[in-house]
């Protein structure tokens, strides 16, 4: 808990080691995928190579920026304008390599209950059109089963959803399928680009939507720059920054636009939907866009709508904070406290770890912070009991004083 709410990380990172694929990758692939190596032959992070192309645009990793600042006097991450350079603040999961137990550190400095874990490489790992789908599943397959096991060490406080190799509709429910039932997923990670072309409310993603809401688990549209399908390559070229302020801005406003406007919250209303690391003050916005348009386009356009752009939204989604937007209260009262949640996004160099729920607390009314604390449980569908066994967890292994 954080000063007695509960609450729940909707997306905190992990730092995948630099030996995943060599250790958990098909052998069938493995000519496939270059991982960099160090000088003691042993793969180091870096710029992984898939069939021939980087699996990312951006030139390294973010976590992993060439430049650091000579005055630092603290042995974390070589950072270039970082919010976590120079501060030391990482200098404890440095020390095991971002390992579970740091993870669930990590959670307790910030008063953590449940963590939701995405990827860091994976972010844009297979984020390019035409990849071969079989071998979109294969590191699909890795990945999954390295975060499942890396989630035992704690896993009423660790859950992770699944990457899904989206080139094969048909192959990403397989994977789906297999990650929620047997290793315990508790949603799917998205990129909002399109992938091969298709457009979020095309047909194509029916089989994907339904199985979403039958398992009920939850879809989250998660951006980053580096995809190589991502239209802020061609708009923005080679400047990172003016990539990275556009794509977790932009490319969600077109997910969003698409699922409402093509129907999918129409014909799957159980369906939950997260827009991650994107901030959330566009939403109303956009919302109101949707509506000023709504009476002279729906009957012709879209008959099938029976409901109201907002209504759509606060039926189906939650949009995501990091505690110390300015605008966080004023876009609650446009679009309900209760479809948001918050993301440490630790450990990655644009977060404000370990202040990030302390930051929302000085943010927001308490009641409000409250909601937004426990948006997360709503977005994912955890209960009481989830949270009962996340404090018998914690209890065995109390390490911070973030509670």
């Known amino acids: ?77 070589p950072l270039s304008g970082s919010r976590m350079a120079d501060t030391g603040r990482l200098d404890f999961a440095i020390a095991t390599d971002y390992d579970a137990a740091a993870q669930v550190v990590g959670m307790e400095m910030e008063g953590v209950d449940i963590a939701v874990l995405f990827p860091t490489t994976g972010l844009s790992l297979i984020a390019r ?65 399109l992938v091969n072309g298709h457009f979020w409310h095309s047909n194509y993603w029916e089989p994907l939507l339904s199985l979403h809401e039958e398992l009920d688990v939850t879809w989250g549209f998660h951006e980053g720059t580096g995809a190589w399908y991502s239209h802020m390559n061609t708009l923005y070229g080679e400047n990172r920054f003016y990539r990275h302020v556009a794509s977790h801005w932009i490319e969600m406003q077109q997910a969003l636009i698409a699922m409402i406007i093509g129907g999918i919250f129409e014909f799957h209303p159980r369906l939950r939907v997260g827009f991650l690391e994107a901030q959330n003050s566009w939403v109303p916005g956009l919302l109101s866009r949707i509506e000023w348009d709504y009476p002279q386009y729906r009957d012709t356009h879209a008959p099938y709508l029976s409901l109201t752009p907002k209504e759509y939204f606060r039926r189906n989604c939650w949009g995501a904070v990091e505690g110390s937007e300015p605008e966080i209260e004023a876009t609650a009262g446009l679009i309900g406290a209760d479809r948001m949640c918050i993301s440490t996004d630790y450990p990655h160099f644009d977060s404000n770890f370990p202040y990030v729920s302390t930051n929302l607390l000085k943010n927001v009314p308490r009641e409000m912070a409250a909601q937004i604390f426990l948006g997360g449980a709503h977005l994912y569908g955890f209960t009481d009991d989830d949270f009962t066994k996340a404090d018998t967890a914690a209890a065995k292994n109390p390490r911070a004083g973030g509670r």
């Not at 089963?145 to 896993?155: K, L």
């Not at 297999?178 to 799917?188: F, I, K, N, T, Y």
């Open 129 to 193: 059109d035409n990849l071969d789908p079989w071998l979109s599943l294969a590191l699909c397959e890795a990945y999954n089963n390295w975060v499942a096991e890396f989630c035992r060490h704690s896993p009423d406080q660790l859950k992770f959803v699944a990457m899904l190799p989206l080139h094969d509709v048909h192959l990403a429910c397989r994977e789906l399928l297999r990650c929620v039932r047997d290793l315990g997923a508790v949603g799917s990670f998205v990129r909002p680009n």
């Open 1 to 77: 808990m954080k000063d007695g709410l509960r609450f729940v990380d909707c997306d905190m990172h992990i730092m995948e080691p630099p030996d995943l694929f060599e250790r958990y990758l098909d052998p069938r692939f493995k000519e496939r995928v270059i991982l960099p190596v160090g000088k003691d032959g042993r793969p180091r992070r870096g710029t992984i190579v898939i069939d021939g192309l980087p699996a990312t645009r951006d030139a390294e990793m973010q976590q992993h920026r060439k430049r650091s600042r000579p005055t630092s006097t603290h042995s974390t991450q």
